[in-house]
T-cell receptor, first 114, second 116 residues
Framework: AQSVTQLDSQVPVFEEAPVELRCNYS??????LFWYVQYPNQGLQLLLK??????LVKGINGFEAEFNKSQTSFHLRKPSVHISDTAEYFCAVSAESGTYKYIFGTGTRLKVLA | GAVVSQHPSRVICKSGTSVKIECRSL??????MFWYRQFPKQSLMLMATSNEGSKATYEQGVEKDKFLINHASLTLSTLTVTSAHPEDSSFYIC????????????FGPGTRLTVL
């Protein structure tokens, strides 16, 4: 079985500052990894995903993440945040085979301050 | 890209009534769909896995008779909340698995259910 840990429930950061949202996972098999953003009263929007290939993944809105197999991490980064990045961010993991279920982390609320 | 729709986007009903939510994969055939529930300020919790032409597989703690799932075709799954009560009020999100693309799930926009 897989599990995901997002240690930071809230991350406040000033506008134009860099940010890193942490995600660690546990799995005995190879995995796919995802980051989603959710704005208030809306559904999930895929930011980026790691399926195979390069471990540095670039996504939408200037976000990127690096898959680190040895540290079982998939941290999300952005070099300069905007007020509009204020939202809830979810990391998710799925096994490459089997039930294909997604396991979601508990989420990190990013609050960008002016 | 793969698109998944949900209908309705928002529904308000009286306690004791049943509500049906539809989930459709618009541009691919999904042999498997998933239903999630999200309480305010919480993460998504998987409720059940819906396989076309067979019975759904429910996660532990999810009442099968309360949340009826039907996956009658490769592009449509429905979730019926039977005899809804205020505690069933939540945000329900479906996803569809694309077997031809890393089995990635594509998410619908969600349905906000409010039971009065």
């Amino acid at each position: 079985a897989q599990s995901v840990t997002q240690l930071d429930s809230q991350v406040p950061v000033f506008e134009e500052a860099p940010v890193e949202l942490r995600c660690n996972y546990s799995s005995s098999v190879s995995v796919y990894l995802f980051w989603y953003v959710q704005y208030p009263n809306q559904g999930l929007q895929l930011l980026l995903k790691y399926l195979s290939g390069s471990t540095l993944v670039k996504g939408i809105n200037g976000f990127e993440a690096e898959f680190n197999k040895s540290q079982t991490s998939f941290h999300l980064r952005k070099p300069s945040v905007h007020i509009s990045d204020t939202a809830e961010y979810f990391c998710a993991v799925s096994a490459e085979s089997g039930t294909y279920k997604y396991i979601f982390g508990t989420g990190t609320r990013l609050k960008v301050l002016a | 890209g793969a698109v998944v729709s949900q209908h309705p986007s928002r529904v308000i009903c009286k306690s004791g009534t049943s509500v049906k939510i539809e989930c459709r994969s618009l541009d691919f055939q999904a042999t498997t769909m998933f239903w999630y529930r999200q309480f305010p300020k919480q993460s998504l919790m998987l409720m059940a896995t819906s396989n076309e032409g067979s019975k759904a597989t429910y996660e532990q703690g999810v009442e099968k008779d309360k949340f009826l799932i039907n996956h009658a075709s490769l592009t449509l799954s429905t979730l019926t909340v039977t005899s809804a009560h205020p505690e069933d009020s939540s945000f329900y999100i479906c996803s569809a698995r694309d077997p031809n693309y890393y089995n990635e799930q594509f998410f619908g926009p969600g349905t906000r259910l409010t039971v009065l």
